[in-house]
């Protein structure tokens, strides 16, 4: 169930972002002008 956002929510939505890493174990997928750019995953196990 891995997400796939815009980098603009790295900005304005981080704590949603980080709460969805830490809950389901999942990795976000951040795009760049409709690219993937960077994955996002959690640090705790």
Do not use: W
């Amino acid at each position: 169930m891995a997400a796939i956002r815009p980098s603009s929510d790295l900005r304005n939505k981080y704590n949603e972002i980080s709460d969805f890493c830490n809950q389901y174990n999942e990795p976000v997928f951040i795009t760049k002008n409709g690219t993937g750019d960077l994955v996002v995953l959690s640090n705790s196990e």
